[in-house]
């Protein structure tokens, strides 16, 4: 019997960030993160006053199923958290269609299965295992305040060495200019890895034209919310 995921939200869209900007992608957003960052986009996954009254239970079969008949050239499984699922059966039903298979996580947990692409975007609230921080194809810095990259470069920077970085001004501070500016100077002042990102995904409103999709939920940092 097919393994059965807790499905968010699953949706033929494009890919919004990183080095795969652009091409077309069937995103699985799976249910449950345990790490709760504060301005957290994906709080319907995870956060009490946001998460739905029912959660789909899918086989992976039919998640495979569905990825393949969309016509995406790849996939790619995110959260809330994924990698707090063991994914091996999933992506293995993926391979039968050939699909390549990408994995958008914190790195904080241990990835299991095969995926063609890691984009490991760190948080502080659970930091990356080395395992992961190894095994990166880009990183995704969210950038929340001025001295944010220099804080992940402290942390982390030893592994940015061959691999992306990508600079992310976190969604709520999109127009702040010291976050934008941060991000400017970084790439001026040091070049390769680091380059400038952007959500372009969320420009378009791209992913809800796909009725599978839900509205994001942002909490954009908000004290009130409590996180
Ligand atoms: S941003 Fe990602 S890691 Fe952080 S709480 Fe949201 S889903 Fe979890």
Redesign the pocket.
């Known amino acids: 019997m097919s393994e059965r995921l807790p499905v968010h939200e699953r949706f033929h869209s494009w890919q919004g960030e990183g080095m795969h900007l652009g091409r077309s992608a069937y995103f699985i957003r799976l249910f449950g ?1 345990p ?3 504060p ?5 319907g ?2 956060h009490p006053d946001y998460i739905p009254e029912n959660v789909e239970k899918l086989p992976v079969a039919e998640l495979a199923l569905a990825a393949q008949e969309s016509g995406a050239e790849f996939v790619v499984v995110t ?3 994924p990698a707090i699922h063991d994914l091996g059966e999933l992506t293995r039903a993926l391979r039968v269609f050939g699909l390549p298979v990408h994995i958008e996580t ?1 790195g904080g947990f241990a990835i299991r299965g095969d995926f063609d692409w890691i984009t490991l ?1 760190p ?1 502080w ?2 930091l990356p295992l080395a395992e992961n921080l190894a095994k990166a194809s880009e990183f995704k810095l ?1 950038v929340e305040t001025a001295d944010s990259i220099e804080k992940w470069i402290q942390k982390i920077g030893v592994h940015f060495e061959n691999t992306p970085v990508w600079l992310h001004p976190e969604w709520s501070k999109r127009a702040d200019a010291q976050v934008l500016r941060s991000i400017t100077q970084t790439v001026k002042r040091r070049g390769a890895p680091f380059r400038a990102g952007y959500q372009m995904h969320k420009l378009y409103q791209a992913d809800l034209l796909d009725p599978n999709s839900r509205p994001a939920a942002p909490l954009g940092g908000d004290p009130s919310q409590g996180y």
Do not use: F, L, M, R
């Open positions: 993160c790490v709760h960052c301005w957290c986009d994906s709080a996954t995870w959260g809330g958290e914190s975007s948080k609230q659970k969210i």
